[in-house]
């Protein structure tokens, strides 16, 4: 059990679906992440929000859309993804960053991902 | 632009021996660098941190060097056993953009 819980584990979706993943994470932080993980690249970070507001869009297309409702929730919003989307989705989360925490080198607590294929 | 690289070859050692895997990072200087395990079909899981002032990091069987001459880091398991088989990702935050970089991961496998 990581603290950082991902649904569904596996995704089959058309090009035309809408589908959405789901990140939990019951740490008390207040950073979390969305990570991508293709075969033979390293991880490519997409999305970071911290209290609730989105404080990185690594230029990711707007067919992915994330929504962080709470310190606690995270969700990505798939719709007419395209078959190279195809990969692990990895969701993070990390220490709150401010003057009373030092937490520039905290590690990231990732969730097992989704994987996710587009067909 | 900033780069963290690993040797993408997968490493194949004995049960018993020491092994050795290898993180460079080109066009920034890290304050630290931090190690991960990644098992098939799970997230990365933290392993050690070791900071540009620290030579070395130890954590049971698992050592860590930081060579900032050699811009590089050094992750050794002793005494290995196939438990350890998995890949190891080494990561660290990226100069201006701050924003933490990871190598494409080295593939681990003991044999027994």
């Known amino acids: 059990e990581t603290g950082v819980t991902q649904t569904p584990r596996h995704l089959v979706m058309g090009m035309t679906n809408k589908k959405s993943l789901k990140c939990e994470q019951h740490?008390?932080?207040?950073?979390m992440y969305w990570y991508k993980q293709s075969a033979k690249k390293p991880l490519e970070l997409m999305f970071v929000y911290n209290f609730k507001e989105q404080t990185e869009n690594n230029s990711v297309p707007s067919r992915f859309s994330p929504e962080c409702p709470n310190s606690s929730h995270l969700f990505l919003h798939l719709h007419t993804l395209q078959p190279e989307d195809s990969a692990l989705y990895l969701c993070?989360?990390?220490?709150?960053?401010?003057?009373?925490?030092?937490?520039?080198?905290?590690?990231?607590?990732f969730g097992n991902g989704t994987r996710l294929t587009v067909t | 632009s900033q780069k963290i690289e690993q040797n993408s070859e997968a490493l194949n050692i004995q049960e018993g021996k020491t092994a050795t895997l290898t993180c460079n990072y080109t066009?920034?200087?890290?304050?630290?660098l931090q190690w991960y395990r990644q098992d098939p079909g799970r997230g990365p899981v933290f392993l050690l941190l070791i900071r540009e002032n620290e030579k070395e990091k130890r954590k049971e069987r698992l050592k860590v060097t930081f060579d900032t001459t050699l811009k590089q880091s050094l992750f050794h398991i002793t005494a290995s056993q196939p438990a350890d088989s998995a890949t190891y990702l080494c990561a660290s935050r990226g100069g201006a953009t701050n924003k933490l970089i990871f190598g494409t991961g080295t593939l681990l496998a003991v044999q027994p």
């Open positions: 993070a989360s990390s220490p709150p960053k401010g003057p009373q925490r030092s937490s520039y080198n905290s590690p990231l607590h």
């Open positions: 066009n920034y200087s890290p304050a630290y």
């Open positions: 740490l008390g932080h207040n950073a």
